[in-house]
């Protein structure tokens, strides 16, 4: 605690949050100089043999007016927050190196307020943390400075230039009553393949928080579309820089800027962000059909600079081991709890599954694949989670105290039968390639109250109720996926399997499926109160250079207490 003294002369407490929040109100006005230093948090570099995110340290510092200088010049990608707490959150940004200036420190400033004329907290970074082996990106882990369940505002300063403004919101306490839970949910987008135009639209929604299922870049450059030039001259990423450029390609999209400038992101890995159809095989991560695959330590060593690459580039808390030994370099799992109304568990799918079953092949083994030739997808012991993450994720969604228990996925989970019979036909890069798994898991999660999956990637727009036992055992909980906010639809991006991926085929062949629509970009609103979840699917009109505005697609509601999925 520190005393100053009051108007009467007596002395008045400050809380060290008061003084903080004074002090950055100095430094605010531009009346104070100073510096400052971050530390690594709890547990430290040497923890378990990982990294930890920058703990930010408050110091007595002067920032530049917002609005001073070209922002777009010094913070090309503008800034982001991710993963919070009740008491902060991760800040990210990134520099342009030729506007670093060596011994100008990296402010960073946190505010109640979009001008921030009601300063929290403000500090200062060495120049010297950013450097090429980071990209120039940098990330500060505020947790411990700010109040639970509330917006707060935050941005960079160097060399005399602010940033713009980001918006960040902390985590409700776990014990905390809400009335109301609103998240954009959305997966997959390719620069080159498509505009970013529907997150310019989720920027301007009203929402707490933004979940990202992964494909959070695409490692192809093969359209001419949006052009992405390599560094390595190839199609598809296979070095470091590759990948360094892909992703500021994609953070340098202005929809995207806006997005997550205004909305605390919330995020998870798919395949893309290495190579499709991801898998590792007992010693290595494999991708079927890139240009490295067969050697396997390029392809290690490729893999290993992808996972980097997005540490680097999302605001992400996580545990991350950059030497450990495959598939334990980094762990995505975790959960954010909102109050006593949602938990939410993030999953990764990519770097404990198994093989496919019946090869590595495209059509004929990971597409379009006959079920009369693919009994091996029903071999127990295969699996998409790994027996730890497996256990985390039961052991999260069946203890929380949580009213909704929210499972967030890569990849969709429903069983997806893409011709009935004869022949029974599926794809095996979902769970319909690790039944087993699958099946285990709904039982297991059977009786657990207010289940609702969340799932990506598919590029199409589904409503399903999961069963334990298809097609007519009893009710689990529910599933909506969302499609690609900024790639090609399903119904346009694989001709094969278009003839067989229509809304009636699949609600025909799948009778649990409500709703299926793979013809629109587009994202999930979800809104969760004690009563009820509700799920608006969000579609542009279509992709085009030129920004069109979104319609609502379909609306569906679950009643609290009960997996009943209706359409409104």
């Given at each position: ?490 119904a346009t991006l694989n001709p094969p399997a278009n003839l067989f991926l229509q809304a009636p085929n699949i609600t025909a062949n799948n009778p649990h499926f409500s709703h299926w629509d793979g013809t629109r970009n587009g994202w999930l609103e979800v809104e969760f109160t004690p009563e ?37």
């Amino acid at each position: 605690m520190a005393k100053t003294p009051n108007s009467a002369g007596s002395p008045l407490t400050l809380s060290r949050r008061q003084l903080l929040a004074l002090m950055a109100g100095l430094g605010g006005a531009g009346l104070l100089p100073g510096c400052g230093s971050s530390a690594p948090v709890a547990g430290g570099e040497g923890a378990a043999g990982g990294e930890q995110v920058p703990r930010a340290v408050p110091s007595v510092v002067a920032l530049p007016p917002l609005g001073s200088g070209e922002a777009s010049a010094v913070f090309p990608c503008s800034l982001a927050s991710g993963d919070p707490t009740p008491h902060g959150a991760v800040l990210w940004t990134r520099l342009a190196p030729e506007a670093l200036r060596s011994g100008e420190d990296l402010l960073w400033q946190l505010a109640e307020d979009e001008a921030f004329t009601r300063p929290v907290a403000a500090g200062a970074l060495p120049a010297s943390r950013l450097s090429a082996q980071q990209d120039y990106t940098l990330k500060l882990d505020t947790d411990g400075l700010l109040q639970p369940n509330r917006f707060y505002w935050y941005r960079f300063a160097h060399d005399g230039v602010s940033s713009r403004a980001g918006r960040l919101r902390t985590l409700p306490l776990p014990e905390q009553d809400l009335s109301s839970l609103r998240l954009l949910v959305t997966s997959c987008q390719d620069y080159t393949l498509a505009w970013f135009h529907a997150f310019g639209e989720m920027a301007r929604a009203e929402a707490d928080y933004v979940v990202h299922l992964g494909d959070f870049i695409y490692e192809s450059a093969i359209s001419p579309l949006r052009r992405i030039a390599l560094p390595s001259g190839g199609s598809y990423a296979s070095t470091r820089e590759d990948l360094f450029t892909i992703y500021r390609t994609h953070r340098g999209d202005a929809n995207l800027r806006a997005l997550l400038e205004r909305h605390t992101l919330l995020a998870t890995f798919d395949d893309h962000e290495f190579a499709n159809d991801l898998y590792f095989d007992g010693e290595r991560p494999r991708g079927p059909g890139h240009p490295l695959d067969e050697d396997p330590v390029a392809m290690s060593a490729y893999v290993r600079e992808a996972l980097d690459a997005w540490y680097r580039y999302l605001p992400v808390r996580v545990a991350y081991r950059p030497a450990a030994a495959f598939p334990d370099v980094l762990e995505a799992e975790r959960s954010f709890r909102f109050g006593r109304l949602v938990e939410l568990a993030l999953t990764e799918l990519r770097m404990h599954r198994s093989p496919h079953p019946c090869g590595e092949g495209n059509l004929g083994q990971r597409q379009l694949v006959l079920e009369s030739e693919c009994a091996a997808r029903d071999e127990a012991g295969r699996t998409m989670l790994g027996a730890a993450q497996k256990r985390w994720l039961l052991d999260t969604l069946r203890g929380s105290a949580a009213q909704w228990r929210v499972l967030g996925l890569p990849v969709p989970f429903s069983p997806i039968r893409i011709a009935q019979a004869p022949p029974a036909v599926y794809e095996t890069d979902h769970w319909d390639g690790y039944t087993a798994e699958r099946a285990e898991l709904l039982a297991a999660l059977k009786g657990t109250p207010n289940l609702v999956v969340l799932a990506g990637d598919l590029h199409a727009f589904g409503a399903a109720t999961l069963r334990d036992g298809y097609p007519d055992g009893p009710a689990v909980g529910t599933e909506f996926i969302t499609s690609c906010a900024a790639a090609t639809p399903i119904a346009t991006l694989n001709p094969p399997a278009n003839l067989f991926l229509q809304a009636p085929n699949i609600t025909a062949n799948n009778p649990h499926f409500s709703h299926w629509d793979g013809t629109r970009n587009g994202w999930l609103e979800v809104e969760f109160t004690p009563e009820r979840c509700t799920v608006a699917m969000r579609g542009l009109l279509a992709q085009l250079p030129l920004a069109n505005p979104s319609l609502e697609l379909a609306r569906f509601e679950v009643p609290a207490g009960s997996p009943v999925l209706t359409r409104l």
